[in-house]
């Protein structure tokens, strides 16, 4: 099902003012957007907050797919903000086809509460150009 798709059911209609049988109903659909996932075609579109030291360092995260499941995600040391990683079979499924793929979209996040320890660290790598 696509936004903007019409669907008929036919004899759902209004009854026909000569005493003839009920019409079509015809229904324009429209998908409410989700509040995690853009979908484009098959594919969907997400954010993922990532700690800063393991995109500086690499590692690994955990995002969560359409269907609730979390899959891991291997970023390399020195993953930039804004990178987009993707999720081959990840996607909308169809009943025509494999399912479309997840783009993950990566946004840095510092830890929370930033202790007097993280903000030293910091402070050192800002000395360091970093």
């Known amino acids: 099902i696509k936004d903007g798709q019409k669907m008929r059911l036919a004899g759902k209609g209004a009854p026909s003012p000569s005493g003839g049988p009920p019409g079509d109903l015809i229904?324009?659909?429209?998908?409410?957007?989700?509040?995690?996932?853009?979908?484009?075609?098959k594919d969907l579109h997400t954010e993922a907050q990532i700690l800063v030291s393991t995109?500086?360092?690499?590692?690994?995260?955990?995002?969560?797919?359409?269907?609730?499941?979390?899959?891991?995600?291997?970023?390399?040391?020195?993953?930039?903000?804004?990178?987009?990683?993707?999720?081959?079979?990840?996607?909308?499924?169809?009943?025509?086809?494999?399912?479309?793929?997840?783009y993950v979209t990566i946004r840095g996040r510092l830890p929370d509460p930033l202790t007097e320890e993280h903000q030293q660290l910091f402070e050192k790598l800002k000395e360091l150009g970093g």
């Open 27 to 41: 229904l324009t659909l429209k998908i409410a957007p989700h509040p995690q996932f853009k979908l484009e075609g």
């Open 55 to 102: 995109l500086a360092l690499g590692g690994e995260a955990e995002v969560l797919t359409l269907t609730g499941e979390q899959r891991k995600l291997k970023l390399k040391a020195g993953t930039q903000c804004g990178s987009k990683l993707r999720i081959r079979g990840a996607g909308m499924g169809t009943a025509k086809g494999p399912a479309g793929d997840l």
